[in-house]
């Protein structure tokens, strides 16, 4: 398609990124032209833009950022199948090679040769975005745009609540950044009789109770522990789904995980961390399950299915919306962590 589009691009080696007027993209023939309805911003989003060491050794300029998206398809290349014009369409974000030992497994999520959208190539911060048929979604007709994009990190929050058997338990969550919140909502969909969340920011507790959280803690001002063990008949809790990355939550809820019990980890703590394996994992018997980006497309149908029956809502989650002009002031915002998710319109 010829003509210009808005994007919001990565441009400099440095902190920073600029709306600007780039080319409607070209599609090639395993992929499809959508234009974009709404877009949400990431923790990674902000790791780009920030111009952290991982962006440094992953981004190459110029690139457009972004990688939730929903919008409407356009235009199909010429071996794309199941695909109409003007389908309403997500995207799943990692692009998977197709011929690797876990492809061909059936853990194409977890791909040897994994390329991201918006990381290793042109993402959705702009008008008009290009997918890879592999990864395209389509979205049942009834979920709000601003929702069917959240789709990916909710996707997250799934596999993570999903790793563990959280139905008539009590379950901790560390962390309630969007991950964390999402996670809350899930967890009670997936029948987890008691949640508690531990998150040291108080805008954020207060969403992670409209969540439904049954108990949330500030983890620095609070004692988490006793909160836990009273909550608890003095039992503990079976999972944890740690969303922090943080290793002091790390280590603070494999002590309040019940002998026999498990935790999935989603957040990435920034550096090598230290835990007491001997006593806090082998002793105990613990299951420590590691998640990474969502099933290809298990996750996604729970994802729809969840939405769709109205079992999670994620309109507490969204806490800002802004024009595509706008970014700036949603990246200050996530650097601030008085938000929930951010959505960009074009
Ligand atoms: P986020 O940074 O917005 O949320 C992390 C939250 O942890 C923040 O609200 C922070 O205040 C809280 N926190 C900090 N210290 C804490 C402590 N001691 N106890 C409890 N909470 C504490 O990130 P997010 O977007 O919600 O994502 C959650 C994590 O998952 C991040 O680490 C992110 O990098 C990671 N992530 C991993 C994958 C994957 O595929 N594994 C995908 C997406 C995100
Ligand atoms: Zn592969």
Known sequence: ???????ILKTKEEK??????????????EQILIKVESTS????????YEWNKWAQENINVPQIMGHEVAGE???????????EKGDFVSAETHIPCGHCYQCKTGKMHICNNMRILGVHKDGVFAE????????????????????????????????????????????????????????????????????IVSEPNDYRRDIAKE??????????????GSIVYEATEGIGVDFVAEMSGNETALNQALKLITAGGSMALLGLPDDKVNIDLTNDVIFKGIDLIGVTGRKMFDTWYTAKRLLKSGRVDLEPVITHRFSLEEFEKGMELMESGNCGKIILKP
């Open 1 to 7: 398609m010829e003509g210009k589009m808005k994007a």
């Open 16 to 29: 920073g990124a600029e709306l600007q007027e780039v080319d409607i993209p070209d599609y090639g023939p």
């Open 41 to 48: 911003i990431c923790g990674t989003d902000l790791h780009i």
């Open 73 to 83: 398809v356009i235009e199909i290349g010429d071996r794309v199948e199941n695909i």
């Open 128 to 195: 008009y975005a290009v997918i890879d048929a592999v990864d395209v979604w389509k979205n049942d007709p009834s979920i709000p745009a601003e929702f069917a994009s959240l789709q990916e990190p909710m996707g997250n929050a799934i596999d993570t609540i999903a790793a563990g058997d959280v139905a008539g338990k009590n379950i901790l969550i560390t962390g309630a950044g969007p991950a964390g919140l999402i996670s809350v909502s899930v967890a009670k969909a997936f029948g987890a009789t008691q949640i």
């Open 211 to 224: 969540m439904g959280a049954d108990i949330v803690v500030n983890p620095i001002e609070e004692d988490l």
